[in-house]
């Protein structure tokens, strides 16, 4: 069974900076696309960023240029670096991954929450 757990939410002052990750464990073949989405209370869930396992990566227009999305292989782990942040990236964050087993299957971590004051 593949478990994603994120850690790295917080509270932080608008301009701040946060480090986001998430790991990957159980028994799997291999990670194709790890990605982070988040959802703000009352709005629907959305993209943030992906990377896929040949380095493609892609951003929310709201993402570019104050996030990074990397990626760790050899540790099955995904971070965003978010800078610059700003009231309205208040929002619990998840991580998804898209995972080889016996089939690929698309994974949830249960969510960091990201507060920022104003």
């Known amino acids: 069974q593949v478990q994603l757990v994120e850690s790295g939410g917080g509270l932080v002052q608008a301009g701040g900076s946060l480090r986001l990750s998430c790991a990957a464990s159980?028994?799997?073949?291999?990670?194709?696309?790890m990605a982070w989405y988040r959802q703000a209370p009352g709005k629907k869930r959305e993209l943030v960023a992906r990377?896929?396992?040949?380095?493609?990566?892609t951003y929310a227009d709201f993402a570019k240029g104050r996030f990074t999305i990397f990626r760790d292989n050899a540790d099955n782990t995904v971070y965003l670096q978010m800078n610059n942040l700003e009231p309205d990236d208040a929002a619990v964050y998840f991580c998804n991954m898209e995972v080889v087993t016996t089939y690929t299957g698309s994974y949830w971590g249960e969510g960091t929450t990201v507060t920022v004051s104003s």
């Open positions: 990377t896929s396992s040949r380095s493609s990566i």
């Open positions: 159980g028994t799997f073949l291999r990670i194709n696309v």
